[in-house]
């Protein structure tokens, strides 16, 4: 079946444009420690283990409520009960311990499939569920080469998580263009491709090498971005 010609490509950012790593949540804590003006008898490991018992903590929430807190109650909650006090803006730190604690590269041939929709003008944008800011991730995509994108939007700005339908909507408002018109690409069904099925968005599920148990949510899968590239080529070329 021929997919309708898309007017805008909406991305997934983690382990779809770019391949995440293991978080070092030690490394993180000593980049984040080396700009405390303040940090009364903290030491990196005390950091990283309240990172890490906070995450544990919050994640299983998070998942099943569908909301995103803000990165500054986030950080309260693990800087305030340590002592920390900082001069540098939030954002310094955010990107501090992101630089240090995770590690990305890009998904391979990614590169021409974006080459590809600029070439036909098609709007490329960014929906993420993520603890940290938007712009941490535009940065992220900049500097791994990636771009550029008409918007990048984060959860923890949005208050609400994949797959709730109310953030793909407010996506689409923001790319300007009806849902139907919207291909949506992501590598997880349960937070991508149902919320972009139910927000009559297309789902284009990008899986790797994962082991397809029957295409769930009508979603179209690719295994590789070589793939979609075809997929993509082939369905400009007949509409």
């Known amino acids: 079946m021929v997919l309708a010609r898309p007017r805008a490509i909406l991305f997934d950012f983690g382990n779809t444009l770019l391949h995440e790593g293991p978080t070092d949540f030690l490394a993180g804590a000593g980049a984040v420690?080396?700009?405390?003006?303040?940090?009364?008898g903290c030491t990196a490991d005390v950091l990283?283990?309240?990172?890490?018992?906070?995450?544990?903590?919050?994640?299983?929430?998070?998942?099943?409520a569908q909301i995103e807190?803000?990165?500054?109650?986030?950080?309260?909650?693990?800087?305030?009960?340590l002592g920390l006090a900082f001069d540098h803006e939030p954002a310094t730190i955010e990107w501090?311990?992101?630089?240090?604690?995770?590690?990305?590269?890009?998904?391979?041939?990614?590169?021409?499939?974006?080459?590809l929709l600029h070439a036909h003008h098609?709007?490329?944008a960014v929906l993420s569920n993520t603890m940290f800011r938007s712009h941490i991730i535009a940065r992220q995509l900049a500097t791994s080469g990636l771009g550029p994108f008409h918007f990048v939007m984060a959860s923890s700005e949005e208050i609400l998580r994949k797959p709730h339908a109310r953030l793909f909507r407010r996506a689409v408002q923001r790319i300007g263009e009806n849902a139907r018109d919207v291909w949506f690409v992501g590598d997880s069904l349960e937070y991508d491709m149902k919320g972009a099925a139910e927000s009559g968005l297309v789902p284009i599920w990008y899986r790797g090498q994962a082991v397809v148990r029957g295409v769930q949510y009508g979603a179209r899968a690719v295994t590789t971005w070589d793939e979609f590239g075809t997929l993509l080529a082939d369905t400009l070329r007949a509409t």
């Open 122 to 124: 098609l709007k490329c």
């Open 33 to 40: 420690l080396a700009l405390a003006r303040e940090a009364p």
């Open 48 to 64: 990283a283990n309240a990172m890490s018992d906070l995450m544990a903590d919050l994640d299983p929430r998070r998942f099943a």
């Open 69 to 81: 807190l803000p990165p500054e109650t986030v950080w309260r909650l693990i800087y305030d009960p």
């Open 96 to 115: 501090a311990f992101w630089s240090a604690a995770t590690s990305w590269t890009p998904e391979p041939g990614i590169e021409p499939v974006l080459r």
